[in-house]
């Protein structure tokens, strides 16, 4: 019998909420659904022929904003077909799911996230609701492992490819300590087999927040039996002073990072979004970089005021990595590179269905037949 058709039981939805989803989620398996998201995005970008059968496709319209009196609602619905669950499985699946999601800028006012949402789960061949995954800490992970993918294939391997040993350390700059800058940093520092953290700086406008990080990452350091030094800066500039990875992770309406403030080779996330969404870098920044994106449906909504040279999105660049094709679409080698995170629907669909299966495999095995 197929999943969800038979008893009541099995017709009602799951709820998975945050603590179980912070149980159930690791950010190597979050590394391979958000690689999945990347690449389907882009090989739906192709002309139908030219689609790789090998991987993945996707359907995912720009998501729509809702503006209310506080904030804002956005809904992100999106397919991801034929992906793989974990690296390596010969196993594919397809899944439909929406993420709705608020942000209200002023709730850390009354102690509440700013950034609140749910995914949706469905079946993608009855289109029955499935799953409510709780979505709070999946955006967190998620949105930082898209980082992390980015920076290690636009500015990590090929560091790694031309190091003598293969092996690559870095400093690390994080503009912004709310929960977004707090999951990045975590993000680094447990995935540090694409490179070693050697030094986290970190910049908070509130600086008690950014004197929490780094307590946080002291113990970080022992768990994940590190050695990095953590500093906090007075000023962006100090901050960003010889970083060769930057995360901007605010809510400011007006440029933070100047070009002055920065190496000659550094790769950047740019990650703060919603109703600002390339405003972190200011334009020198803009001038003298490579700019990828996850996605040029949304992008050609929410960054059509960009003014840069938009190369293209990371899952063409991971697509070519196993298809060469075409001239490279690599960063400069010594020049500066940008991923503009605006965040995708088919992000939360791969790594909402990974929740989902990894609750139904350790709770609710009997449930499938
Ligand atoms: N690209 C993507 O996929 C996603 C992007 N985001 C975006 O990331 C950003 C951070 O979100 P999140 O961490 O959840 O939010 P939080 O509310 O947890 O943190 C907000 C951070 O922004 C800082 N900040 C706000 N306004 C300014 C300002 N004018 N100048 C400098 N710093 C400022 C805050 O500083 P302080 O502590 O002083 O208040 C705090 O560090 C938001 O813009 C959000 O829209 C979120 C989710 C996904
Ligand atoms: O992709 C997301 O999720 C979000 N992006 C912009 C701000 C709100 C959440």
Request: aromatic share 6%; with cysteine.
């Amino acid at each position: 019998m197929s999943r969800n058709v038979g008893t009541n039981k099995r017709l009602r939805p799951v709820f998975i909420d945050e603590d179980l989803v912070k149980q159930l989620l690791d950010w190597h398996e979050a590394r391979h659904a958000i690689e999945q998201a990347f690449v389907a995005v882009s090989n739906q970008s192709r002309e139908p022929g030219a689609r790789y059968g090998d991987q993945p496709v996707s359907s995912q319209p720009a998501r729509t904003f809702v503006q209310a009196e506080g904030g804002v609602l956005l809904c992100m619905p999106g397919f991801v077909g034929q992906h793989q669950l974990t690296s390596g499985s010969d196993e594919r699946t397809s899944t439909l799911a929406c993420k709705l999601i608020t942000s209200f800028r002023k709730n850390a006012s009354v102690g509440l996230p700013s950034i609140n949402g749910e995914v949706f789960v469905f079946s993608s061949t009855t289109g029955k609701l499935e799953a409510i995954v709780e979505a709070n800490y999946l955006t967190g992970i998620r949105t930082a492992t898209a980082s992390l993918v980015a920076t290690d294939h636009l500015f990590l391997r090929p560091a790694r490819a031309s190091a003598p040993d293969g092996m690559v350390s870095i400093q690390l700059g994080i503009v912004g300590c709310g929960f977004q800058g707090m999951m990045h940093a975590v993000g680094f520092v447990r995935t540090q087999s694409m490179a070693r953290v050697r030094t986290i700086r970190l910049w908070n406008r509130t600086p008690a927040r950014a004197a929490q990080l780094k307590e946080l990452l002291i113990e970080e350091r022992k768990k994940t039996d590190s050695n990095y030094s953590v500093f906090v800066c007075d000023t962006v500039e100090d901050c960003c002073r010889d970083c060769d990875v930057i995360v901007t992770a605010t809510g400011s309406g007006e440029p933070l990072v100047y070009r002055s403030f920065l190496k000659q080779k550094v790769h950047i996330n740019a990650v703060g979004a919603g109703e600002y969404h390339h405003a972190e870098l200011a334009q020198d920044v803009y001038d003298d970089c490579q700019v990828y994106i996850d996605h040029w449906e949304g992008a050609r909504k929410e960054l059509a005021t960009l003014r840069s040279n938009i190369v293209g999105e990371v899952g063409e660049v991971i697509l070519r990595e196993s298809h060469p094709k075409g001239a490279s679409l690599l960063p400069k080698p010594d020049g500066m590179s940008v991923f503009q995170s605006l965040g995708m629907a088919s992000e939360d669909v791969t790594v909402g269905r990974l929740v989902y299966e990894k609750h139904l495999k350790a709770h609710d095995r009997s449930d499938r037949d």
